[in-house]
């Protein structure tokens, strides 16, 4: 017989435990401690559209990938946030968003692979906790062509993994990662770079769009250029009756970080300076005009307004929408 608390009482009672062995019988279930979230989805109201997040995982940003970075600062950054220095780097996010128009159902970047970093690739696990099947996407959007989000474009074998949705990149981005002259000048990982453009965008080749930046692909849905992190790499605009949203790809790296310190940039955009500068000019006018932004590594759940307080930038995240 399991001890259970009942009987053990009446056992107690009969004289046949003692009251030491009530300290010792485990008469409640212990429950394992599952040592990890639940996949990350969180869905936004924006004016008539409606805007998910969907989490692929997150990996860690040493602080050698971070140019400028200075430790003293860093830390003195991080305590204002009430958090501890962390010098061995950041956890960052990588988010994918679906626009949900009433009319087309987009998907803005799609995550990694699974292949990349073990604790990402959740892409597609998210996609489907949130009820869409690949089948229901009319328009894939790539901010830009770096693994982190493209890589959820196939399977890892070569196969599309949205069937009947055209994927949407800009004309200065597809050209880049085409330039064999570029590419034969290129370091060996900048050359994976190029070759992982190539390799996962080639299944859409019969039906990829590329556009002009600043064109509205449907009605509300506009994509704005915002070069440096790479020279095509590009924000989607969202206004619907009355409200906005940018959703601005890789404008911020590391949440906790770049806000305070905007000058910091990450080793992976190809021109520094005019990421630099390109962060500097949206930052300014996102906190003047108080439009709501999300991006692709900002802290998930994703959404939130840019404040400017004390001659530095902050971060003020939005809260879970109740009433959608
Ligand atoms: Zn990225």
Same mark, same amino acid.
């Given at each position: 017989?399991?001890?259970?608390?009942?009987?053990?009482?009446?056992?107690?009672?009969?004289?046949?435990?003692?009251?030491?062995?009530?300290?010792?019988?485990?008469?409640?279930?212990?429950?394992?401690?599952?040592?990890? =979230? /639940?996949?990350? #989805?969180?869905?936004?109201?924006?004016?008539?559209?409606?805007?998910?997040? &969907?989490? @692929? *995982?997150?990996?860690?940003?040493?602080?050698?990938?971070?140019?400028?970075?200075?430790?003293?600062?860093?830390?003195?950054?991080?305590?204002?946030?009430?958090?501890?220095?962390?010098?061995?780097?950041?956890?960052?996010?990588?988010?994918?968003?679906?626009?949900?128009?009433?009319?087309?159902?987009?998907?803005?970047?799609?995550?990694?692979?699974?292949?990349?970093?073990?604790?990402?690739?959740?892409?597609?696990?998210?996609?489907?906790?949130?009820?869409?099947?690949?089948? =229901? /996407?009319?328009? #894939?959007?790539?901010?830009?062509?770096?693994?982190?989000?493209?890589?959820? &474009?196939? @399977? *890892?074998?070569?196969?599309?993994?949205?069937?009947?949705?055209?994927?949407?990149?800009?004309?200065?981005?597809?050209?880049?990662?085409?330039?064999?002259?570029?590419?034969?000048?290129?370091?060996?990982?900048?050359?994976?770079?190029?070759?992982?453009?190539?390799?996962?965008?080639?299944?859409?080749?019969?039906?990829?769009?590329?556009?002009?930046?600043?064109?509205?692909?449907?009605?509300?849905?506009?994509?704005?250029?915002?070069?440096?992190?790479?020279?095509?790499?590009?924000?989607?605009?969202?206004?619907?009756?009355?409200?906005?949203?940018?959703?601005?790809?890789?404008?911020?790296?590391?949440?906790?970080?770049?806000?305070?310190?905007?000058?910091?940039?990450?080793?992976?955009?190809?021109?520094?300076?005019?990421?630099?500068?390109?962060?500097?000019?949206?930052?300014?006018?996102?906190?003047?005009?108080?439009?709501?932004?999300?991006?692709?590594?900002?802290?998930?759940?994703?959404?939130?307004?840019?404040?400017?307080?004390?001659?530095?930038?902050?971060?003020?995240?939005?809260?879970?929408?109740?009433?959608?």
């Amino acid at each position: 017989m399991k001890p259970t608390r009942r009987t053990f009482l009446k056992l107690s009672a009969t004289g046949l435990a003692t009251p030491a062995i009530l300290v010792t019988i485990p008469v409640l279930a212990n429950t394992p401690k599952r040592g990890k =979230q /639940i996949t990350g #989805v969180n869905r936004m109201q924006v004016g008539n559209f409606e805007v998910t997040a &969907l989490l @692929d *995982g997150a990996l860690t940003v040493n602080p050698e990938l971070i140019m400028g970075y200075d430790e003293d600062i860093a830390a003195k950054t991080l305590s204002h946030q009430h958090l501890p220095a962390a010098p061995m780097g950041q956890v960052i996010p990588v988010t994918g968003y679906l626009v949900n128009t009433g009319d087309k159902l987009i998907a803005i970047d799609s995550g990694t692979t699974d292949s990349f970093v073990d604790t990402l690739g959740n892409y597609h696990t998210s996609l489907s906790n949130a009820g869409v099947s690949v089948d =229901q /996407i009319d328009h #894939v959007i790539a901010t830009h062509l770096h693994v982190d989000h493209i890589g959820g &474009l196939t @399977d *890892g074998k070569g196969n599309a993994m949205f069937p009947n949705a055209d994927l949407i990149t800009n004309q200065v981005e597809w050209d880049f990662w085409h330039n064999d002259t570029l590419r034969s000048q290129s370091s060996d990982m900048e050359k994976s770079f190029f070759d992982i453009a190539l390799t996962q965008t080639a299944p859409y080749n019969d039906r990829i769009t590329i556009v002009k930046q600043n064109t509205e692909i449907v009605p509300g849905v506009e994509l704005v250029p915002l070069p440096g992190h790479t020279p095509g790499h590009m924000g989607v605009h969202l206004r619907s009756n009355g409200d906005e949203l940018l959703i601005w790809g890789d404008i911020i790296h590391t949440t906790k970080l770049q806000f305070a310190n905007p000058d910091w940039t990450i080793a992976f955009d190809i021109d520094q300076d005019m990421a630099r500068k390109t962060r500097a000019r949206l930052l300014d006018q996102v906190a003047t005009d108080r439009v709501k932004v999300a991006g692709m590594h900002l802290d998930f759940p994703g959404f939130g307004h840019v404040t400017r307080s004390g001659g530095q930038y902050h971060f003020e995240p939005t809260a879970w929408d109740y009433n959608i």
